[in-house]
């Protein structure tokens, strides 16, 4: 039978006032729809927390279940500039990256060798796990979450 089922993440880094509000109004929307909520807010809204968060909820679903998994707080981005003289003349290879992140409430616990935030290849892999779980059988790839 299908669920309804959502996570919320607040994540009030820096002392957002914002995020813890967001999630209570967004729950009391989901509640008067029958979903199932489960939370990840203020501080459990760190990287480990979150990504727990997100392995849980894949766990629970069930094909035809509807799933929202609903963010609010700070993102970030870090993007290298283009070195033009690093490149061969006429080439359509650049050297520039850029990475966007969400930041758990520790990502000020981040070291060069430790990162708390979660890079948005993370988040996707992990929403397309949730996909994969919530499909049907016969369009099923694989369960990884």
Same mark, same amino acid.
């Given at each position: +039978?299908? !669920? =309804?089922?959502?996570?919320?993440?607040? /994540?009030?880094?820096? @002392?957002? =006032?914002?995020?813890? &509000?967001?999630? =209570? +109004?967004?729950?009391?929307?989901?509640?008067?729809?029958?979903?199932?909520?489960?939370?990840?807010? $203020?501080?459990?809204?760190? #990287? &480990? $927390?979150?990504?727990?968060?997100?392995? =849980?909820?894949?766990? @629970?679903? /069930? @094909?035809?279940?509807a799933v929202v998994v609903y963010y609010s707080g700070h993102g970030g981005?870090?993007?290298?500039?283009?070195?033009?003289?690093?490149?061969?003349? $006429? !080439?359509?290879?650049? /050297? /520039?990256?850029?990475?966007?992140?969400?930041?758990?409430?520790?990502?000020? +616990?981040?070291?060069p060798t430790d990162f708390h935030g979660i890079l948005d290849?993370?988040?996707?892999?992990?929403? #397309?796990?949730?996909?994969?779980?919530?499909?049907?059988?016969?369009?099923?790839?694989?369960?990884?979450?």
């Amino acid at each position: +039978m299908a !669920s =309804r089922r959502a996570l919320l993440i607040a /994540s009030p880094y820096d @002392q957002l =006032r914002g995020p813890l &509000n967001d999630a =209570r +109004m967004i729950e009391t929307t989901l509640n008067t729809l029958g979903f199932t909520i489960s939370k990840c807010c $203020g501080t459990d809204a760190t #990287r &480990n $927390g979150i990504l727990l968060a997100l392995t =849980r909820l894949c766990e @629970q679903i /069930s @094909q035809e279940d509807a799933v929202v998994v609903y963010y609010s707080g700070h993102g970030g981005l870090v993007e290298s500039s283009i070195d033009e003289s690093q490149n061969e003349k $006429g !080439s359509d290879i650049f /050297s /520039s990256w850029r990475y966007q992140f969400l930041l758990p409430v520790d990502y000020h +616990m981040s070291t060069p060798t430790d990162f708390h935030g979660i890079l948005d290849i993370e988040l996707s892999s992990m929403l #397309r796990s949730i996909t994969e779980s919530n499909r049907s059988e016969e369009r099923r790839v694989g369960k990884e979450c």
